[in-house]
C-alpha cells in the first residue's frame, strides 16, 4: 500500500512539475510580421525592438545596418552571419568604439 501511494505521489508530482515548464509551451507567433515570417516573443525586461530576418538582410545589404553576432567564441567560429562583428556580450562595454554609430545595430545571439 505504501509503494502505490508513493508511486502515485511521484507520478502526480512529475505532472505537475512538467506542466509548469515553459519548454511545454508553443512559441508564439506575431500575426503581422512584416514579411509574413514568424516573430520572436517579446524577452521580458527588454525594450529593444525586434525585427524580420529579411528586414535585417535588407538594411545590411543597403549598408544602413550592421550586424553584431554576440555569441561566444567557439560559438561564433562554429558558424555565423557572414560580415557580422563578432563582440561577444560580456566584451560589448570595452569595444564600443568598433560599433558604427551612424548604422542601425543589428544584434542575434542565436
Not at 507520478?11 to 512559441?27: E, N
Not at 525586461?45 to 525585427?51: L, S, T, W, Y
Not at 568604439?97 to 542565436?110: E, G, M
Request: aromatic residues 4%.
Amino acid at each position: 500500500m505504501k509503494v502505490k501511494l508513493i508511486f502515485l505521489l511521484a507520478a502526480a508530482g512529475l505532472l505537475f512539475v512538467a506542466a509548469c515548464t515553459d519548454a511545454a509551451k508553443p512559441p508564439a507567433l506575431v500575426a503581422n510580421a512584416p514579411t509574413g515570417q514568424p516573430t520572436p516573443p517579446p524577452d521580458e525586461g527588454h525594450d529593444a525592438p525586434r525585427i524580420s530576418i529579411a528586414d535585417a538582410k535588407k538594411d545590411y545589404d543597403a549598408g544602413s545596418g550592421v550586424i553584431i553576432d554576440v555569441r561566444d567564441a567557439s560559438a561564433y567560429k562554429q558558424e555565423h552571419i557572414k560580415g557580422a562583428l563578432h563582440i561577444p556580450m560580456a566584451e560589448a562595454a570595452a569595444n564600443e568604439d568598433k560599433i558604427p554609430k551612424n548604422k542601425k545595430i543589428i544584434v542575434y545571439c542565436s
